[in-house]
């Protein structure tokens, strides 16, 4: 715990002198930077150290080589922005003693829940072999058909192999959401300047951030649904707020999302609104630099995606426009996509099930049997929402039909791609809050709704701890981890040491016995032997190539 302690001391540190850096170079007045978010500020510094390991990836391994790269243009930040630097910080020092000790409880617990051993399965799957490829290689070419997961391209996980410190410490740390929970629930603290209607949003969405089937496997792990889930919440609060101090967030974070996760594609809309309302008011430099910005991240994201599945964006099935030579083949493809819609509406992967159902048998099984209790609570709410806003459509905060229609559109995009509700907790959630806020308006100026708002946080907290530990428990009883010395107090928990056995035909390749999960075993390793797959030279840095 005490090292992840300084690890996510030092992630904050470096990534507010990036954001503060940027935000400046991106033209916010010098007269704001007093007022700006703490938070906001990290968070946009940590998706400008995401595009520059994007573009190491693509020469170098993201080890100690890169990292000394990125701490070192993190000191000249430092160097020429230090005295607003220090206004800033004093500036976010100012909080009350209740905020500070209920945030101190918020430290201890993500440190705490981190350091527990990772119980995710999609960690041992693919996170975090692919982050190891990127920490011992630069970019392989067709990594994808070793295993088509790898092909999965997320910048999050880019960030993670980029604070891996494996190469310093020897022992694998992938823990980096526990920095964006905390970066999340200090700008979800409500401050005195806040209006009744965003100070019950910020509390809401506060509560939800912390429910524990979400916390339990997505805080532990690198999952690349967190960011999209707590991003997506935060750019609705910052678009309502109406604040100037988050236009460089409102700019970056949807850019940034979809290098996350490319289901996160919706979250462009924000951006589309953003550059028109700058062309309709002639800002045609500021749209400029928009378009500019927005290639800058793309970049090497399409260009990753290419190196390691031959298509631009994956998975989709596209036409082999660049014939690398090493593209997954469309039949892979088209598997893989039928995979998770099949599992989103059946939790199971049952392709035949799904090709035989109708829409409205897919939709009635997924309702009634893949829906939990909380997430039928949560689609009912955005199923009603639009009365509620009819209805109360002379209340309606400023600036908000852009942002609604953004909501709901979102939701629609994701019914038709895989409904599954954790990809969708970015949407729900603040329609969930906002819609609460509109029919039972006087809640928003509830006397203590503060404190029971922080009291909910804390016990979500502490049933999240107790629900890993049964969840660890039956875990290990059905052998889908092995369990691990639990000395956390200097270290986190290790991964499941997991036996494997050693293919040679056509390489040399570890598979785990007795499951899919490979977690940190060395490279290559995947669930099974890829057929017709073979080596494209002498070295696993070469990539990997599917013969036709």
Known sequence: MLFLFVKFLYIIILSFLYGHTIQRLLGQPSSLSGQTSFPLTALTGLFGISVIAAYLSLFIPLAGLAHGIILGIGIICFLFTRKSVAEQLRQASGASIGMKLFFIIAILYAVTLSAQQSITYDEGLYYAQFIKWMQFYKVVPGL???????????????????????????????HINGVLYLLVVLYLLPGKEDVSFIRFLKL???????????????????????????????????????????????????????????????????????????????????????VAVSLLIFAPWLIRNIILT?????????????????????????????????????????????????????????FMHSVRVYDKLLLLFALVSPVIVFLKRKQLPTNFLPIYIF????CCFWLIQAPDPRFAYGYLAPLFVITIALCLPFLQQAR????????????????????HSRLHKTFVAQKIIQDVPDHTVILPAPYSTQPVETDEAPFHMYIPLNTELCWDNPLPCADHMPKGVTMRGGSLGDGFVHEK
């Open 144 to 174: 994808a058909n070793l295993h088509v997961r790898f092909g999965f391209n997320s910048h999050w996980h880019v960030l993670a192999a980029v604070f891996n410190f494996s190469w310093l410490t020897g022992n694998t740390s992938n």
């Open 204 to 290: 809401g969405l506060l509560v939800l951030i912390n429910m524990p089937q979400v916390c339990v496997y997505n805080v532990i792990a690198p999952a690349a649904d967190l960011p999209v889930f707590y991003l997506g919440c935060l750019l609705v609060v910052v678009w309502l707020e109406n604040n100037p101090t988050g236009n460089v967030f409102l700019l970056l974070a949807p850019l940034f999302l979809v290098t996350v996760k490319v289901s996160a594609v919706p979250v462009l809309l924000i951006t589309l609104l953003l550059f028109v309302q700058l062309l309709r008011n002639k800002s045609y430099a500021k749209s400029a630099v928009l």
């Open 310 to 366: 031959g298509y631009p964006l994956f998975p989709m099935e596209l036409p082999d426009l660049f014939h690398t030579g090493w593209s997954v083949p469309l039949s892979v493809i088209h598997a893989t996509r039928q995979d998770i819609t099949s599992f989103a509406f059946y939790r199971t992967a049952d392709i035949a099930r799904l090709l035989n159902d109708s829409l409205f048998q897919r939709f009635s099984t997924w």
């Open 407 to 410: 909501l709901v559109l979102g």
């Open 448 to 467: 203590y709704l503060l404190l029971f708002c922080l009291l909910d946080v804390v016990m979500f907290q502490a049933a999240t701890l107790i629900l």
